[in-house]
């Protein structure tokens, strides 16, 4: 229990420090949920498990992989190469690797239980071409060393950042406001029963580390005023189902304005959307995964190895930008855009292309094409960033 909350509440600690009440708040938390985990948490809700998630998921018609031409054209993967799928997801772009590059190997690595059992039936149909990998980012050093993967022995490496449509699709998963479904957003699915979910997020923290938290994953200008909504209403009953959060979230703005916001193809995007992926940040420690992720790639690919790395909001795309240009992460909390002095700084082993690690293969961010957009419409925010290992 103890080492499963050290990673969310270093996660934490990447909120801006001088939300000390925060801070205090998360430490709260923890202790609560360990000393009573079963008996004080407000959990997720009930969770219907009469069907196998992984033979639901394996019924329904696969997602359709993001950027998937520009994947293949930048990663430029030969024959009997070794590529890491960081995310396999639904397995859309793994499938396009096998069936278009031979021999190739592919190892698949997914935190979610669901995809591997979807990546294991893959390996069936791919004798000695497929490896299912279960475990996070910052897990995946030790996963590869039991396989025997050495260092700077990849030849390309693919990290598609963020939730799944499998997760998205699932109601039981909790990621979706659209569907009704408990309060979870863990990634991780039962690995971690203990592992606080987003039900415990929003019914234990107070006041002000539940907007610190909207502010610095959601980037929500209105965090006061919807965690202030939502500890009025938890006072009378525990918030333990998606769409309840969503109306709580709804209710504390006029009606006219519930749907003013729009996507990126002008369409009415609601106003809890920000809220939900602040808590699915939060409590998949979703930064600090990624973070790990790419000083993965780093390591594991060979000069002159590939990376591509697909991101879906400013966040991580962030991250990645400055990642593969050298910057210093140690303090994620730098990138942070209202932090001005950020842009100022230098990064560490600066070439003039590039630093020593990474040539980038493209200087600008490549997104979408309007026909992909309306194709796959949830591929409308992602973007793509694809470097060479020096």
Sequence with gaps: MIMIFHTTVRSYSMIQKPHLAAWRAWRRLKLRLHSSFVGASSGPGPVDRSEDPSAASAEKSPHTPVMLKEVLQYLDIQPAQVVLDMTFGGGGHTKAILSTV???????????????SLAQQLAKEHIGRVKPILGRFSELEDLLSNLNV??????????????????????????????????????????YPDMPCAAD?????????LASILTAYGEERHARKIASAIVETRRIS????????????AGSFPAAVIYARKDRLNRPAHVATKTFQALRIFVNDELNELHAGLRVARTFLKPGGRLCVITFHSLEDRLVKRFLRGDDLSNLDHFNPRKKSARNEKPVHEKRDGNMYWLPLRRKVITPE?????????????????????
């Design 150 to 191: 050495k260092p700077g022995s990849i030849d390309a490496a693919l990290l598609d950042a963020g939730c799944s449509s499998m997760q998205m699709d699932e109601a039981e998963r909790g990621f979706s406001l659209s569907k009704d479904g408990p309060l979870d957003m863990r990634m991780d699915g039962d690995r």
């Design 102 to 116: 031979p021999e190739v190997t592919v190892l698949a690595l997914d935190r979610d239980p669901t995809a591997i």
């Design 238 to 249: 525990p918030i333990t189902r998606t769409q309840q959060l969503a109306s709580v979230v």
């Design 370 to 390: 309007k026909d992909d957009v309306r194709e796959n419409p949830r591929g409308r925010s992602s973007k793509l960033r694809a470097a060479l290992r020096r």
């Design 201 to 209: 997020v929003v019914n234990t923290l107070d006041q002000q580390a």
